[in-house]
């Protein structure tokens, strides 16, 4: 067994959380779309879960590296240092950060698009509710309503 075993398992799960998180950001266009409440409170209740975990493998990953380094006698842990003195491996880890950084840049492209499309869903109920409930667009100098919309007398001079 290397001294970079423990983070190659950190990557590799951290990989795995990422695919699964980038999967269900992409079904959550479909809640969004639905205007599924319910669903979406799940979503986040989900993401919530999911930053906490990548969290706590992301301070797991930090003390393999510092482990290692610290067995292999290294002062400064980065990836050609440890590909100098473990090629391969090192080369693994590198293939498996790379793989995340795509995963991330994924994901946030994912959430990107998701933040739009819920502010059109939010700009459309806005309209509807609006057009159920007018509000006036007009006010004095005092800032108070000008009656445009408030009923009126009509009386007829002669």
Same mark, same amino acid.
């Given at each position: 067994? &290397?001294?970079?075993? /423990?983070? #190659?398992?950190?990557?590799?799960?951290?990989? @795995?959380? !990422?695919?699964?998180?980038?999967?269900?950001?992409?079904?959550?266009?479909?809640?969004?779309?639905?205007? *599924? +409440? *319910?669903?979406?409170?799940?979503? $986040?209740?989900?993401?919530?879960?999911? &930053?906490?975990?990548?969290?706590?493998?992301?301070?797991?990953?930090?003390?393999?590296?510092?482990?290692?380094?610290?067995?292999?006698?290294? @002062?400064?842990?980065? %990836?050609?240092? #440890?590909?100098? %003195?473990?090629?391969? /491996?090192?080369?693994?880890?590198? *293939?498996? !950060?790379? $793989?995340?950084?795509?995963?991330?840049?994924? !994901?946030?492209?994912? *959430?990107?698009? &998701?933040?739009?499309?819920?502010?059109? $869903? #939010?700009? =459309? +109920?806005?309209? =509807?509710?609006?057009?159920?409930? /007018?509000? /006036?667009t007009a006010y004095t100098r005092r800032g108070s309503s000008t009656g445009i919309w408030q009923s009126r007398t009509v009386s007829? %001079? %002669?």
């Amino acid at each position: 067994m &290397n001294d970079l075993e /423990p983070a #190659l398992t950190v990557i590799d799960s951290i990989r @795995k959380a !990422l695919e699964a998180e980038v999967e269900r950001a992409r079904q959550e266009r479909a809640l969004i779309r639905t205007m *599924d +409440v *319910d669903g979406l409170v799940r979503r $986040a209740t989900l993401r919530a879960s999911f &930053n906490e975990q990548v969290g706590r493998l992301q301070q797991d990953l930090a003390s393999a590296l510092s482990g290692a380094g610290a067995a292999l006698g290294l @002062k400064e842990v980065t %990836v050609a240092a #440890l590909r100098a %003195v473990l090629p391969q /491996p090192a080369a693994q880890l590198d *293939d498996g !950060l790379a $793989a995340i950084r795509s995963l991330a840049a994924a !994901l946030a492209e994912l *959430d990107e698009l &998701n933040r739009i499309l819920g502010q059109r $869903a #939010l700009s =459309y +109920v806005r309209a =509807y509710l609006g057009a159920l409930n /007018p509000t /006036p667009t007009a006010y004095t100098r005092r800032g108070s309503s000008t009656g445009i919309w408030q009923s009126r007398t009509v009386s007829r %001079v %002669v």
